[in-house]
């Protein structure tokens, strides 16, 4: 097992270009649940990836990417930050992960661009099935995503985390990893693209996040004259380099808004933003909500649960 888990991490570390090291993924909720068309929830975004694998019975996930039908022994994964729809009118059973991950040196499963579906056999089911074991008390009170996507259970979540023992920390993590293993196989990265120059940009980008970065630094980075690193960049990623770079600063601070206590003006600041109205104002362009709003939407449902 141990070969084969090593492999594993192997095959992640060459596919994505990272230092395995870098990789830290955490199990913030994981159960089992039986639904009867009771999963129907609309416009679900996240800043934790959510993994599935499906025992039983039938639904669909919506995407941008369009509908994915959920079928029996398959895993099915959901990036950090993507909206998407559940569609459930009958008998649904599936296990259910939520991960957290920690990383100083870029995200790896926010390159993740697409949903992933793999075919996987009966040992995934187990292990699902062993994870939910030894974390008991990681299961959902509540299967609507708005009784537990928000700040005080994202915490509660990270704290139980790391109350539990060494050795079931030490099996959750291998658990993980093993299951995210099939996933990482059919990973398509986000920054697929052929231009050297574009990507040691992209990886400028994820490691000076929390820093001003302008689109004359960028173009300098990447020894390019201004008009024509925004061509090479726009062909590339489909964007321009700025629009680029506010979207990844928007995603990092909803995850500190969902995982940590920072104040709003904290949070702007600390990503370089200067004029916290401004960072209000975009944060609700990209998300569709002020960033108060992001944390506090299910406040009532909180303290009902409470």
Not at 7 to 28: E, G, P, V
Not at 89 to 113: A, P, V
Not at 278 to 283: N, Q, T
Request: hydrophobic residues 35%.
């Amino acid at each position: 097992q141990i070969v084969v888990l090593y492999r594993y991490f192997t095959i992640f570390a060459y596919c994505m270009n990272k230092d395995i090291s870098n990789l830290q993924l955490y199990t913030l909720s994981v159960g089992l649940a039986e639904h009867n068309a009771d999963w129907n929830w609309k416009n679900v975004r996240s800043p934790f990836a959510r993994l599935y694998y499906v025992v039983n019975g039938k639904a669909i996930i919506e995407t941008a990417y369009g509908s994915m039908p959920l079928r029996p022994r398959h895993l099915y994964f959901i990036p950090p930050y993507m909206t998407h729809n559940y569609v459930c009118d009958s008998i649904f059973t599936h296990y259910y992960i939520h991960i957290h991950e920690q990383s100083f040196d870029g995200m790896i499963l926010e390159e993740i661009e697409r949903p992933i579906e793999v075919e996987v056999s009966e040992t995934e089911k187990w292990l699902c099935q062993r994870l939910c074991d030894i974390n008991p008390h990681m299961k959902l009170a509540h299967s609507n995503p708005v009784t537990y996507d928000n700040q005080t259970t994202y915490m509660q979540n990270l704290q139980h985390n790391l109350e539990r023992s060494y050795p079931d920390k030490v099996e959750s993590r291998g658990i993980l990893y093993l299951l995210m293993s099939h996933i990482i196989r059919c990973v398509k990265p986000r920054e697929m693209s052929s231009d050297t120059r574009v990507k040691s940009i992209i990886n400028y980008i994820k490691t000076h996040i929390y820093e001003e970065i302008t689109i004359e630094q960028l173009a300098k980075e990447a020894c390019l004259s201004k008009d024509h690193f925004i061509r090479c960049f726009r062909q590339a990623m489909h964007e321009t380099p700025m629009v680029y770079v506010t979207k990844r600063k928007i995603e990092r601070a909803e995850m500190l808004l969902a995982s940590t206590d920072m104040t709003v003006k904290a949070i702007a600041l600390g990503l370089s933003f200067s004029d916290t109205a401004y960072f209000i104002r975009v944060f609700r362009k990209i998300t569709g909500v002020s960033p108060t709003q992001y944390r506090n939407h299910v406040k009532n449902e909180m303290k009902t649960n409470e």
